[in-house]
């Protein structure tokens, strides 16, 4: 299901905005962009998205790492901050506004000074394409560039388009407005402007649900905005959308970018075997193979395969082989059996066991008992694609009160989180597996 497109703000557009507010359009050469009647206004669209600048990149990820330390993906959100912290975020991403600003004084100033008396100086932000910036940071990083960067600009209008959808749900916000930096100064034709606009912003919004705009023209919804640096992922996540009535869960599915369709192999198995087992066995398989010459040597075997072959991600697990139950799975006769063999059928049982285990699979704040011990998988959610979720992997002894760490923060979404857990519930003889899905940041 493709997005929702609408149609994206131009000049000639809100030309018509400011007309129906009582304002018209300077014509003149280097002039401010309209005349109203005790004020001339200069228009300022900010289409650029800031986070697309490789230096803003660099130095966003050394503000929000320091926070979120060992984590192969960062969460790109203001909220996070105090109040140090948010100052420098603003003066980080205030760059494209900025240089608007500065241009916008320059021309009101040029302007302002053709009439007597002195009309009020008016910049109008529009938001047209920094969706990294959400209405209330956008609102505080104009009026600091304004404050810091222009002098004798009476009023900043700010606002913009910000679009979300579901894919079948869609939500515009569209304000505007009007922030005094003298406060001496008035508007009286602020409120017919933000009428205009609220008219004019009703009405793409019915032309887009009626005919899809061209893609040259529309504008993208809102939606999580990644970058890489140093090895390190960094998402500014698009703000949730409220419960829908479409998507039975409330929520339509989340994207999974990740290329994976199913889940990579979670296990190097090897048939463990008791001293019983082993010298059966053995009378078959011989002493050149990999049974060794002892069953000390042979434990010394095993210990070490584990030592070379185990991963976070593709853990050794040890599957318990009984030579009369392998007897019975196997068509071969005993006198061609090969260690091989042996390795298939533990195969076998882990890929039973595995099942087993998943099809028990709970989520945790289901639980109706305490458990003695168990797999505690816990996916961190962040934004809408699942490709940059974090799992965490935890053995859980109630009775003795232990919590041991697995693996932690390791990029791996729900579904393969499950089949990893499980394998490593298999490879601890554990029966259960709980999950807890928790978005980020924890509400």
């Not at 359009?25 to 800031?50: C, H, I, Q, W």
């Not at 697990?317 to 007897?327: C, H, L, N």
Request: some cysteine; hydrophobic content about 40%; proline content about 6%.
């Amino acid at each position: 299901m493709e997005h929702l497109r609408i149609k994206k703000v131009s000049e000639s557009e809100f030309d018509r905005v400011v007309r129906n507010a009582g304002g018209a359009r300077l014509t003149t050469e280097g002039s401010a962009d309209y005349l109203f009647p005790n004020a001339v206004v200069e228009l300022k669209l900010v289409m650029e998205e800031g986070l697309g600048k490789q230096t803003r990149q660099v130095k966003l990820a050394s503000l929000f790492r320091e926070l979120q330390p060992k984590r192969p993906v960062v969460v790109v959100d203001p909220e996070l901050l105090d109040e140090t912290e948010l100052r420098a975020y603003h003066s980080i991403v205030s760059g494209p506004i900025k240089s608007h600003v500065r241009k916008a004084a320059k021309q009101l100033k040029v302007t302002g000074d053709r009439y007597e008396p002195t009309p009020v100086r008016v910049i109008i932000i529009l938001n047209i394409g920094y969706t990294a910036l959400m209405p209330d940071d956008f609102r505080t990083v104009c009026v600091k560039c304004v404050q810091n960067n222009a002098t004798k600009v009476d009023w900043l209008i700010c606002g913009g388009v910000y679009f979300y959808t579901d894919k079948f749900d869609t939500c515009v916000i569209a304000p505007l407005e009007g922030v005094p930096i003298d406060g001496l100064r008035s508007l009286p034709w602020l409120e017919k402007l933000q009428k205009a606009w609220a008219e004019f912003v009703q009405e793409a919004i019915t032309d887009a649900l009626k005919v899809q705009a061209q893609v040259s023209e529309s504008a993208m919804p809102v939606v999580d905005l990644t970058f890489d640096v140093e090895g390190i992922r960094y998402v500014k996540p698009t703000p949730k959308m409220p419960p829908s009535n479409f998507w039975p869960s409330g929520t339509r599915p989340r994207d999974n970018s990740s290329g994976i369709n199913q889940s990579p192999p979670v296990a190097r198995t090897f048939p463990s075997l008791s001293e019983r087992n082993w010298n059966c066995f053995r009378k078959h398989l011989g002493f050149h193979s990999h049974l060794q010459s002892s069953y000390w040597e042979w434990l010394n075997f095993q210990a070490e395969e584990e030592r070379k072959l185990s991963q976070k991600l593709r853990p050794f697990v040890p599957v318990d082989v009984d030579y009369d139950e392998f007897g019975r799975w196997t068509s071969k006769p005993s006198r061609d059996w090969l260690f091989s063999d042996l390795s298939r059928f533990a195969t076998h049982l882990f890929e039973l066991r595995i099942r087993e285990v998943l099809g028990r699979l709970k989520d945790k704040k289901d639980l109706a008992i305490v458990l003695p011990e168990y797999i505690e998988l816990v996916v961190t959610e962040i934004g809408q694609d699942q490709a940059n979720d974090l799992a965490s992997i935890y053995y859980v002894s109630e009775m003795s009160g232990r919590k041991v760490c697995v693996i932690e923060n390791e990029r791996i979404f729900y579904e393969y989180g499950a089949t990893l857990a499980a394998s490593y519930a298999v490879k601890r003889k554990v029966d259960m597996v709980v999950y807890s899905k928790v978005p980020f940041p924890r509400t």
